[in-house]
């Protein structure tokens, strides 16, 4: 009980926090609506290839927007020591930082899977794979939160950490780009799209499960040094 | 050997180009990394004559004090 | 001899750097051996496939450099568990070393495996679900490196690297198996396998010979890396000084690597 009660603290906090801020979690929302109405400008008008491109091209600008926004999990915590203070405290690390994860995930990912239907629109995405995108969206961005949190939990005490940062959290969100995606293309084909949402459900378990190890470690590390 | 002559083992029956390449980039990336291995080794035997060097002539200086 | 002791012998540099200097001149002459032989082999002694003609002799160095710098990754994670449960500073160096040669043979492996698909499928790259995970696989080896070079701390940069090759390995089996179930949706008509199963014997020995020497070649590497980073790591301590000044004297004496 105190463990959860000290989870929802700290996702209280994270939230106020960026209630305040505001930019933090508009600014890859902003990148996502950017990025997709730069594709028929790139690829052509045509609605026909717009609709049968448009379930890769939203996933895959999906995951670069939370990719950016990943940056910021524990960014603004470091520079005020915030989360030195956090791993000093003899309180339980494991439930902060899914804590922490969770609050980025709400204020990032959330937002991209229910702003991603009006995106849809725009490429001419059939009206059949809307409720796949938002639901793959909305449970494969809790993963890639996740991951991303391993990748700025290791990057957050380098000063050019941007860049490094996609490098090498990029080949690990893979899987769930292509379960995503395909979840997205099976929707619009007529086919049941359930058994890829479970996939992305079993991915989104054992991230919950080990990620938040490798984050505590990552963070020790990139605290101490 | 399977081939008749050293032209046939070149050529390949038109394969050639491809096997060849592929065994001497093979050649090539292993003799690279084994060039890598020679030079990071000479950096870090020049290194630790640097520090030889540092301690002998903070050992000279002191000698030269007393 | 208890298993902690061994492990505790094994964790000093010093033991390990002379142990090694042993085994080398053997690793390096085993893996030529094996390697030359059977690339000669390979390219000359054995018929051709009754499929693919001559192209699949190229098998003999694309499939050792594809399963060693497999198996390179793997061993990767383990010194990384190694070294942040038991804070062995080996371990650390020896998966510093082999970040580099696992990335080159991944890259060969991807190289060979291109110049393969032309005779064979016709074109120089496709998405097939084993090739897309090497091409993966490689930018895994990318980010180590590049998580290892951005550190200026050396200490951070091995733990670092040690948390992220342990979740690159977690993450493999998901990548590949992901992969493969993403190619099996899409696999084209147009392309045709030819499944391993199909490689005749006589095919398969010059593949053990490169096969094992390639592993050889990589213990051989790893350790003229790994004995590079003790040197430097150890350069403030009395034994490496000695063993680098005693080579100036007699410049005879030392070995070629």
Redesign the interface.
């Known amino acids: 009980m105190a463990l959860v009660s000290l989870a929802l603290a700290v996702l209280r906090r994270d939230l106020l926090a960026a209630a305040r801020r505001g930019s933090e979690w508009s600014n890859p929302l902003v990148f996502f609506v950017m990025v997709c109405a730069l594709f028929p400008l790139g690829i052509g008008p045509e609605p026909q290839r717009l609709a049968e491109l448009a379930p890769g091209i939203l996933w895959v600008v999906a995951l670069l927007a939370s990719l950016l926004a990943s940056d910021t999990v524990f960014r603004s915590d470091y520079d005020d020591a915030t989360l030195e203070q956090m791993l000093l405290s003899h309180q339980a690390l494991y439930p902060q930082v899914i804590a922490k994860t969770l609050a980025h995930w709400l204020l990032s990912g959330l937002p991209l899977s229910l702003l991603s239907p009006l995106l849809g629109v725009l490429l001419h995405l059939p009206a059949a794979g809307m409720l796949a995108l938002m639901a793959s969206l909305a449970l494969g961005s809790a993963v890639l939160s996740f991951i991303g949190a391993i990748g700025a939990a290791l990057t957050v005490g380098l000063r050019k950490g941007g860049l490094l940062l996609s490098l090498i959290i990029l080949p690990l969100y893979i899987p769930v780009l292509i379960f995503g995606s395909s979840a997205v293309k099976t929707a619009v084909d007529g086919g049941p799209f359930l058994p890829q949402l479970a996939m992305l459900g079993v991915f989104f378990l054992i991230a919950l499960a080990l990620a938040p190890l490798a984050i505590a470690g990552a963070l020790r590390i990139s605290v101490d040094q | 050997m399977y081939f008749d002559s050293i032209g046939e083992l070149l050529a390949m029956d038109g394969h050639g180009p491809y096997v060849w390449f592929c065994y001497g980039i093979t050649a090539l990336v292993l003799c690279v990394i084994l060039f890598e291995a020679r030079r990071r080794r000479l950096g870090a035997e020049q290194r630790v004559r640097g520090v030889v060097r540092r301690k002998q002539a903070s050992a000279n200086k002191a000698k030269g004090k007393e | 001899m208890s298993i902690w002791t061994t492990f505790h012998k094994w964790g000093s540099p010093r033991w390990f750097y002379q142990f090694s200097g042993r085994l080398l001149p053997w690793l390096g002459g085993l893996s030529l051996l094996l390697?030359i032989g059977g690339?000669v082999w390979g390219?000359?002694?054995?018929?051709?496939d009754y499929k693919q003609?001559?192209?699949f002799?190229?098998i003999y160095?694309?499939v050792p450099?594809s399963a060693v710098a497999m198996g390179a990754y793997m061993m990767m994670a383990i010194a990384g568990a190694i070294h942040?449960i038991w804070r062995m500073k080996l371990a650390a160096m020896v998966m510093k070393a082999i970040a580099?040669?696992g990335a080159?043979?991944t890259?060969?492996a991807l190289?060979?495996g291109a110049?393969?698909g032309?005779?064979t499928w016709g074109t120089w790259w496709v998405w097939d679900a084993r090739i897309t995970s090497v091409l993966?696989l490689f930018?895994?080896y990318?980010?180590?490196i590049?998580?290892h070079q951005?550190?200026e701390?050396r200490?951070?940069a091995a733990?670092?690297c040690a948390?992220?090759v342990?979740?690159?390995a977690?993450?493999i089996p998901?990548?590949y198996?992901?992969?493969e179930?993403?190619y099996s949706?899409h696999q084209p008509a147009s392309i045709r396998f030819i499944g391993e199963s199909s490689i005749h014997p006589t095919m398969l020995r010059p593949l053990m010979a490169t096969m094992s020497g390639m592993y050889l070649?990589f213990a051989w590497?790893m350790l003229?890396?790994t004995?590079?980073?003790i040197?430097?790591r150890e350069?403030?301590t009395r034994w490496?000084?000695d063993i680098?000044?005693s080579?100036?004297k007699k410049p005879e004496s030392r070995s070629v690597?």
């Not at chain 3, 390219?43 to 051709?48: D, E, N, T, Y």
């Open positions: 390697l690339a390219l000359a002694l054995v018929p051709p003609g001559n192209s002799r190229i160095v694309h450099a942040l580099p040669i080159s043979l890259f060969l190289l060979t110049v393969w032309k005779p993966i930018f895994l990318l980010g180590v590049a998580l951005a550190f701390n200490e951070a733990k670092a948390v992220l342990i979740v690159g977690v993450n998901i990548i198996w992901s992969v179930w993403w949706l070649f590497a003229l890396f004995r590079t980073e040197l430097d350069r403030n490496v000084q680098v000044c080579g100036d690597l």
